[in-house]
């Protein structure tokens, strides 16, 4: 099956600098890589997602990049501000997305120093 | 439209018990998947429904179970409590589970004692 290993666990950066966080996947037929926030104590919700027929996405303050020949890909948040602060978890799937075969990595806690 | 809604959001059980955990999806939405989420082991799959039959399901023993009725509506059954079964158990709803977007509730929050 699928494997998603994350990078850092825990990422403290200072307000208004940049934050990346990596991820790895195992199986090359994987094709969808979303990414979702979990702020304390509330449910984690999607904010960005890409498919394996780009390269880069971007909304915002946000990005995604994906390397299919390397099989990782990342969240690039720039400018950070306080609202940054939270969980972030990556996932792949290999059908498309949903709950169809979707496997997490552990989380990585986002930490906005002000 | 009315988000996942997920009862009870907190309760307390002793080793040995059962529990049964619900989950009402967004209106329209077919599929509703389970994850169990514990601090540093992330969200870890569980099982997924769609239209009352499973149709995936995680590496978890036999005393985890579920079901999904005829209006999407599902539940999750764990006999023979362990502690280490204490956790924020989160279902998600999606309109066929290919769309994409998963749509979270906000958990139940199990404790064994």
């Known amino acids: 099956g699928e494997n998603v290993e994350q990078h850092p666990s825990t990422l403290s950066v200072q307000e208004g600098d940049s934050a990346v966080i990596k991820c790895t996947y195992s199986?090359?037929?994987?094709?969808?890589f979303p990414w979702y926030k979990q702020e304390l104590g509330k449910r984690p919700q999607l904010i960005i997602d890409?498919?394996?027929?780009?390269g880069e996405k971007k909304d915002q303050r946000i990005a995604v990049t994906l390397n299919k020949t390397a099989k990782h890909f990342s969240l690039h948040i720039t400018e950070t501000q306080p609202e940054d602060s939270a969980v972030y978890f990556c996932?792949?799937?290999?059908?498309?997305?949903?709950?169809?075969?979707?496997?997490f990595g552990k989380g990585t806690h986002l930490i906005i120093q002000p | 439209k009315a988000g996942v809604t997920q009862t009870p959001r907190y309760l307390i059980k002793t080793r040995g018990q059962q529990v049964t955990l619900s989950c009402s999806p967004i209106?329209?939405?077919?599929?509703v998947s389970w994850y169990q989420q514990t601090p540093g082991q992330g969200l870890q799959f569980l099982f997924e429904?769609?239209?009352?039959?499973?149709?995936n399901k995680g590496n978890f023993p036999g005393r985890f179970s579920g079901r999904q009725f005829s209006n999407s509506r599902s539940e999750m059954n764990v006999s023979t409590l362990e502690l280490g079964d204490s956790a924020l158990y989160l279902c998600?709803?999606?309109?066929?589970?290919?769309?994409?977007?998963?749509?979270f509730g906000e958990g139940s929050r199990l404790t064994v004692l």
């Open positions: 209106s329209g939405h077919r599929s």
């Open positions: 998600a709803s999606s309109f066929q589970g290919d769309t994409g977007e998963l749509f």
């Open positions: 429904y769609f239209s009352e039959t499973q149709r």
């Open positions: 996932a792949a799937s290999d059908s498309g997305g949903g709950a169809d075969g979707l496997t």
């Open positions: 199986d090359s037929a994987s094709n969808y």
């Open positions: 890409i498919r394996s027929n780009v």
